[in-house]
């Protein structure tokens, strides 16, 4: 189940403020470390690359308006698919 439309997104405060301060200063636009996943992308991100901590390490996105409704967390993939397990030279031996 969602979140109450009453409440609204869910914006982490300090997220925000990084990013009210980064865009007052303007210049360059560093990467902005968040361990926030659970957050809400707005529009005020569009064109700021986030670095989204995925449990190892901080993979970077670059934030833009198609992004925006949907989670940070959901473009830092916290599993890696290796493969599934396949036919290999061994196994045709056998048969």
Do not use: C, Q, W
Request: net charge positive; proline share 5%.
């Amino acid at each position: 189940m969602g979140r109450s439309l009453k409440k609204g997104p869910y914006i982490d405060e300090k997220l925000l403020e990084k990013i009210k301060k980064t865009s007052r200063l303007g210049g360059e636009k560093k990467p902005i470390k968040s361990l926030s996943r659970r957050s809400k992308i707005s529009p005020e991100f569009v064109g700021f690359t986030f670095l989204i901590h995925n449990g190892r390490k901080f993979t970077p996105a670059f934030i833009t308006e198609d992004m925006v409704g949907h989670k940070l967390g959901e473009f830092a993939p916290t599993r890696i698919f290796r493969k599934h397990g396949g036919v290999t030279k061994v196994s045709l031996e056998k048969t």
